[in-house]
């Protein structure tokens, strides 16, 4: 999901390509024009190479010059200066796995050539970066440079000290993270024997994209479980509208102040997707009107918005130009957010930690760290929040949560990405 791509999406390596990778007993020989071309990107990266003299016209297309220098300067501000070429692993002679070297971090990637000469690269994929001698007053610096409010907790569930506290007590807008409560009140009352994973229950609730289920015919019969998974793992909002409607508002509220949220009182009314879209697609008028209600009223208003029937095309104009009344969002901060996945840990429920197990939204290179990870996150035009529950092979359990703000620009979620990777690289 957070990959560095740099790469058509159809040419990532083929099957073909990784099942010849499979089969080697023993180190191929590096191809010349593979040697070669290594070394061009490499000098690419370093402007010592024209793009055009690199990349072939088909990569190009995908991936304009400007896109390519934006990405490299990225890396570079995360993970310091290019070094350079640091291996060559080849998986045919028109395709290699390259580790790319800066001074904090190696970069796995994989390159694929055209076979004909010049044998130009038309495949060119960042696959992840592990941060090498990294610090945390470097990740904070990183942190330090970006515009807006930001937060981040790097921390062990032992009890001893936060690796990285950087205004971890400072709430902000969560994106579809909020979902993170929705999941723990379920786990409560199916730990309760209120419900159960396997309840099915009738679709009655219909919000807007992402997701799958806003497709669904009305009444489809879905299970508790397979709305959880899809709300968690695609961030359905469709399933995500479901669960609120079978748990209730209330206790939903509820479990956001048992969970010793820091400000409950900022999440209520707690409002569904739909409720959001609809609110934001609404105009001015009717976003300052909410703004400006009382708790009780803003409850009336909410259920005034039941009523009305934007369609897509308004939905997605109302965030389509940067950011949009950031101020009504659900809100917590780093704190909060490694509070609820310790009490989403705690009630040992598999299926609960499953399903935030579905998309773990690192590389696999990271993965391989981790018995387990655990990720939910969110979005909406300047507002951004990772969140990871991970738990080591050793069987110590950690998070990772940080949070992005911005009223007056859209953030970089590639870049932050990048913050996060060093983060959970220094969990470890």
């Known amino acids: 999901m957070y990959r560095v791509m740099l790469a058509l999406p159809a040419l990532m390596l083929s099957p073909a390509v990784a099942h010849a990778q499979d089969e080697q007993e023993t180190a191929a020989p590096v191809s010349s024009q593979l040697a070669q071309r290594a070394e061009n990107i490499i000098a690419a990266m370093r402007e010592e190479m024209a793009y055009d003299a690199v990349f072939a016209q088909s990569f190009r297309d995908q991936v ?10 990225q890396l570079q501000a995360q993970f310091g200066p290019l070094i350079g070429l640091e291996t060559i692993n080849p998986v045919s002679d028109n395709a290699a796995e390259l580790n790319i070297r800066f001074e904090r971090g190696r970069a796995d990637t994989v390159i694929q ?14 696959r992840g970066v592990e941060p090498v001698n990294d610090t945390t007053q470097s990740v904070e610096e990183a942190l330090a440079a970006l515009p807006g409010n930001v937060s981040l907790l790097a921390t062990r569930l032992d009890g001893s000290d ?40 009738p679709l009655s609730q219909s919000s807007f994209p992402s997701g799958i289920l806003q497709e669904w015919p009305e009444g489809s019969p879905v299970t508790l479980h397979t709305l959880a998974t899809l709300m968690i793992s695609i961030s359905d909002n469709t399933a995500t509208d479901q669960l609120i409607a079978v748990l209730g508002r209330d206790a939903i509220e509820a479990e956001i102040a048992a969970s010793g949220h ?8 707690f409002m569904n997707t739909r409720e959001l879209f609809v609110l934001k697609s609404g105009g001015p008028e009717g976003i300052d009107g909410f703004r400006d209600a009382a708790p009780d009223d803003r409850r009336r208003l909410l259920e005034a918005l039941g009523t009305m029937i934007p369609s897509e095309n308004d939905i997605m104009a109302a965030f389509s130009n940067g950011p949009n009344a950031i101020d009504i969002e659900w809100f917590a901060s780093a704190n909060d957010i490694a509070a609820i996945f310790e009490r989403l840990r705690s009630t040992q429920d598999r299926i609960a930690l499953g399903i935030m197990g579905v998309n773990p939204a690192v590389p696999d290179s990271e993965l391989t760290h981790w018995d387990y990870v655990g990720f939910k996150g969110g979005s909406e035009p300047g507002v951004l929040n990772f969140s990871y529950l991970l738990q080591d092979t050793e069987g110590n359990w950690s998070v990772v949560t940080m949070g992005w703000n911005n009223p007056d620009a859209e953030v970089d979620q590639q870049q932050f990405n990048l913050i996060a990777m060093r983060a959970i690289a220094l969990v470890r």
């Open 262 to 269: 820091s400000d409950p009182a900022r999440m209520q009314p």
């Open 64 to 73: 304009p010059e400007e896109q390519f220098r934006s990405i490299n300067a």
């Open 113 to 126: 050539l055209e076979p004909a000469e010049p044998n130009y690269v038309f495949g060119f994929l960042i």
């Open 162 to 201: 936060p690796i990285i506290s950087y205004n971890a007590d400072t709430p902000l807008g969560l994106g579809s993270a909020f979902k993170l409560y929705v999941l723990s009140a379920l786990n409560q009352s199916i730990a309760a024997g209120e419900h159960s994973w396997d309840d099915i229950v």
